[in-house]
């Protein structure tokens, strides 16, 4: 199925890494953004999402719109701030089994 097809993987992967993907106040972007990851993972694939200083409002602690919309597919938890890389914030994702996400889609 796409987007899997189109990139000649036979199946999701295992970890997908994001960096930088979070930004400006688009609400469809942020849910473009959320369909893509969705369509791009199964049941147990970590999303490792690393998100700079200039990250959408709310994204650093996890919350804001992009989170709210991620929360129906995925479980989130927030890795350490770095001492030496202050404004990075990681956040690790893991997919919900199907049956236990919040809702169908997007």
Do not use: K
Not at 23 to 52: F, N
Not at 69 to 74: I, L, N, P, S, Y
């Amino acid at each position: 199925a796409w987007p899997l097809e189109a990139l000649g993987l036979g199946r999701p992967p295992d970890v997908l890494l994001a960096v930088d993907v979070v930004y400006g106040r688009e609400e469809r972007v942020w849910s473009a953004l959320v369909e893509t990851l969705v369509a791009l993972s199964c049941e147990g694939t970590l999303v490792l999402m690393a998100h700079g200083n200039g990250a959408a409002p709310g994204v650093h602690s996890m919350g804001g719109r992009f989170y709210e919309m991620a929360a129906d597919h995925f479980e989130a938890a927030s890795l350490p701030a770095d001492a030496e890389h202050p404004g990075c914030q990681i956040h690790c994702l893991v997919r919900r089994p199907p049956a236990e996400s919040r809702r169908g889609s997007v």
